[in-house]
């Protein structure tokens, strides 16, 4: 039976996905050829890459809005030192949100670029918030977030208005919840979470903030090389693209962001109101502040830790150890989790309770 996948990512995916790709490897499009073994520039894996690059503009609401959308590799983590050598003016500085470990692995990087201005941190507080009151100086060359902090279990629900270009990163909660994304200059996203599998790294950008920095960027860093070459400067991620592919059309056909939205929610409430309501347990991040993708909390007395973990293994659950920064447990509930899981960690929770 299928474990109920609580991974922080690599993460669940839809199992319709699943099917597919796996078909996909054995026989592509009725072709006789596995999707791993043509060619990146044949006509079918080119109709893949362009309907992968529009849906993504078309689920988040940004077609015909100077936009491009990029499936690059790398992992998010390249897109640390990619937007600062595409949008770091020479000279220049820029500012930085200082949310959790990979805000703060994202600043490490654009320090090697120039000045990086930590507009606001929760560091003192082992990121259990969001800092809210900090202002953005005018002449930075851009603005950096990461608005889910996949390991300390926090979310951004308000985003500054600023005159500078806003740099997000989502790799943890893109897709997941309806935002005005046309507020944002530059999205990254590692696929792993709500997209597909490792190997590919969405990136969306707004065409006209690129071509400013004045710098000499090689080419295979370069934003604007991968938009000329729509997307296939070198040899894509094949397979991941394909697998996201299936996400997207996955999202699309059951409503969009809008209806996971609230699926989203609604396992999020019934969580994290079990975590409020038992005794037994302890959320780790601010209320006002809390992900609804990464749930974080601890057990009130550890004590009873041998007995929860064997009850919720038994239960079928996987995956919701906690990060080591933060201990205790972390339960990510990404867009393919099915609400009929939390209810069996709920479940679990309040047999805890009655037991002890
Ligand atoms: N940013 C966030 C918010 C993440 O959660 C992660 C990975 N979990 C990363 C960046 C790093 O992503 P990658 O492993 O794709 O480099």
Same mark, same amino acid.
């Given at each position: ?83 600062? !050598? /595409?949008?770091?003016? *020479?000279?220049?500085?820029? =500012?930085? #949100?200082? %949310?959790?470990? &990979?805000?703060? @692995? ?126 296939? !400067? /070198?040899?894509?991620? *094949?397979?991941?693209?394909? =697998?996201? #592919?299936? %996400?997207?059309? &996955?999202?699309? @056909? ?103």
């Amino acid at each position: 039976m299928k474990k109920h996948n609580y991974s922080a990512g690599p993460c669940i995916l839809p199992q319709e996905v699943f099917e597919k790709s796996a078909e996909a490897i054995l026989n592509f499009n009725n072709s006789n050829l596995s999707i791993l073994e043509i060619s990146h520039r044949s006509k079918d894996f080119v109709s893949v890459m362009d309907e992968a690059r529009s849906l993504v503009l078309e689920l988040l609401g940004l077609e015909g809005k100077g936009y491009q959308a990029l499936f690059l590799q790398g992992g998010a983590s390249m897109e640390f030192l990619m937007v600062p !050598y /595409n949008l770091m003016k *020479v000279d220049g500085k820029a =500012a930085y #949100l200082d %949310t959790g470990t &990979w805000a703060n @692995n994202a600043i490490k990087e654009a320090k090697l670029f120039g000045e990086t201005q930590i507009v606001a941190s929760s560091k003192e507080a082992n990121y259990n918030f969001i800092p809210k009151d900090y202002s953005i100086p005018s002449d930075a060359s851009y603005f950096h977030c990461t608005s889910n902090n996949t390991i300390f279990g926090t979310q951004m629900k308000s985003f500054p208005e600023t005159t500078v270009p806003v740099v997000c990163d989502m790799s943890s909660d893109i897709f997941s919840r309806t935002l005005d994304f046309s507020k944002f200059d530059l999205i990254y996203a590692g696929a792993q979470k709500n997209m597909g599998p490792a190997g590919t790294t969405l990136v969306v950008v707004k065409e006209e903030i690129l071509g400013k920095s004045g710098r000499t960027i090689p080419s295979i860093l370069d934003y604007e090389k991968h938009i000329k070459a729509e997307s296939m !400067y /070198n040899t894509p991620a *094949v397979f991941p693209v394909y =697998a996201s #592919l299936l %996400t997207l059309q &996955w999202l699309k @056909n059951n409503g969009g962001i809008a209806a996971i939205e609230k699926v989203n929610e609604a396992k999020a409430n019934l969580l994290y109101n079990e975590i409020d309501r038992n005794p037994l347990f302890v959320g780790t991040a601010n209320k006002e502040d809390r992900s609804f993708m990464n749930a974080t909390f601890l057990l009130e007395n550890e004590t009873h830790q041998e007995t929860f973990d064997k009850m919720w293994k038994e239960a079928g659950i996987s995956g919701l150890n906690g990060h080591r920064s933060v201990g205790g447990y972390r339960a990510s509930m990404y867009n393919a989790l099915p609400l009929q899981s939390v209810q069996v960690l709920v479940d679990v929770m309040k047999e805890l309770e009655n037991k002890i």
